[in-house]
């Protein structure tokens, strides 16, 4: 069973910095793109960053250079390092494994961050 486990989400104030981390069990990590998602209150699911297999990283274009998302695959873990926090980036955040043996790919359960102006 493959499961995703997000941590590293909380309160921070605006002009902070986080980390989020995820690690993924139940299947061989360094085969997948992986992908980073938020959802705001009201608001869709978005992707603010991707990377692949190969840890070649991505990101929408309208996402500013404050998101940076890294892989360590001798841990299983995914990383999204977020600087200069505001206010709108509080949402949930979402890990994502794309694989094609499961429609829709893997999620985790998401994290939480609250960016306090």
């Known amino acids: 069973q493959v499961q995703l486990a997000e941590c590293g989400g909380g309160l921070v104030q605006a002009g902070g910095s986080l980390t989020l981390s995820c690690v993924v069990a139940?299947?061989?990590?360094?085969?997948?793109?992986m992908g980073w998602y938020r959802q705001a209150p009201g608001k869709q699911r978005e992707m603010v960053a991707r990377i692949s297999a190969t840890s070649v990283a991505n990101y929408p274009d309208f996402m500013s250079g404050r998101f940076t998302i890294s892989r360590d695959n001798t841990k299983k873990t995914l990383y999204l390092r977020i600087n200069n926090l505001k206010p709108e980036d509080t949402a949930v955040y979402y890990c994502h494994q794309e694989n094609v043996g499961r429609e829709g790919g893997y999620w985790g359960q998401g994290t939480q961050v609250t960016v306090s102006s």
């Open positions: 139940g299947n061989i990590f360094s085969f997948y793109a």
